[in-house]
């Protein structure tokens, strides 16, 4: 049932309503926010977004984060390696898509309950969609261990330094990152980069070929993305799942769920013409998260 119990909102400890929204007690508190608990009054739903902050309870990645996984184990079987980067270079393809650089390290690399990759935004950059691969970015953002020389050269830097994630994906078949300086020293950092001074390769060259190919300093040399995702050991083994990125078409009128759209005007207020065009034309919205939340709500 969409409908919420009204025991439901009475029994759910907050200290002020905001919006469409009740805020409970604070879940944790970061370097730049505070992560509150909220109840979305109209599904019954717990995330909360308000016009000058976002709350938000993600979804619970219950297989922890890659960095234990790695401890545990050491290092991770090559055929795990290559299921991990499949993904990973997937969602990189997308957020390039949709101008996003993000700059990634492996503790922003989380499990779901199903053993799947999930991305934590921690810093990230936009470009402009149409100008991807001319646009430099300048802001700094990352840390050294992950980042892309460009970067720690304070140079411009575009989406190949997300193809720089092949750091990870050492750290995941050897147990140990490619470049390191005891006691740590930025500059001596970047000189090992730059002269692809890597700490230690394992006897097995053949597992981290590919890996090596995208710790190229240059960045004119370094692989693109959609490159990496066309390389032989990335696609070893699946042969019939062609690696690709995930698209989503915007919502006909007839793709949308009746139900929920009942439920969105009789009960919630809202108008079917304003519903039905913020779902079409894909307007992030207090109208389009209700939505999706009811529907899967309703799926579950």
């Not at 980067?85 to 989380?110: C, P, W, Y």
Request: hydrophobic letters at 35%; one cysteine or more; charged letters at 25%.
């Amino acid at each position: 049932s969409l409908k919420v119990p009204r025991e439901l909102l009475r029994s759910f400890p907050h200290s002020k309503r905001v919006g469409s929204y009740l805020v409970g007690k604070m879940i944790n508190k970061g370097s730049f926010a505070k992560v509150m608990e909220g109840l979305h009054i109209g599904t019954g739903e717990k995330t909360l977004e308000t016009e000058n902050s976002y709350y938000m309870v993600m979804e619970l990645c219950a297989g922890g984060d890659l960095m234990d996984r790695i401890c545990e184990r050491k290092r991770l079987e090559e055929r795990e390696v290559r299921r991990y980067t499949r993904q990973i270079l997937s969602a990189v393809d997308h957020l390039h898509k949709h101008g996003i650089v993000h700059d990634l390290k492996i503790e922003n690399f989380l499990l779901d309950e199903h053993n799947n990759i999930k991305i934590v935004f921690g810093l990230s950059n936009t470009l402009k969609a149409e100008s991807l691969s001319l646009e430099l970015l300048s802001t700094q953002c990352g840390s050294p261990a992950y980042a892309a020389p460009e970067l720690l050269a304070h140079r411009k830097y575009g989406p190949k330094v997300d193809v720089w994630s092949g750091v990870s994906m050492f750290a995941m078949l050897t147990g140990t990152l490619p470049f390191t300086v005891e006691p740590f020293n930025i500059k001596q950092l970047h000189q090992k980069m730059v002269s692809g001074e890597i700490s230690s390769i394992p006897s097995d060259i053949s597992k981290v070929s590919f890996v090596l190919s995208l710790l190229e300093p240059d960045p004119d040399k370094r692989p693109s993305v959609r490159e990496a995702m066309e390389e032989r050991w990335i696609n070893e083994g699946h042969a019939k799942k062609p690696l690709h990125t995930l698209s989503h078409k915007n919502l006909c009128p007839e793709d949308l769920n009746s139900s929920v759209l009942t439920y969105m005007t009789e009960s919630l207020g809202y108008s079917l013409s304003e519903v039905i065009h913020t779902l079409t034309t894909n307007r992030p919205s207090a109208i389009m998260a209700s939505y999706h939340l009811l529907l899967n709500k309703l799926n579950r």
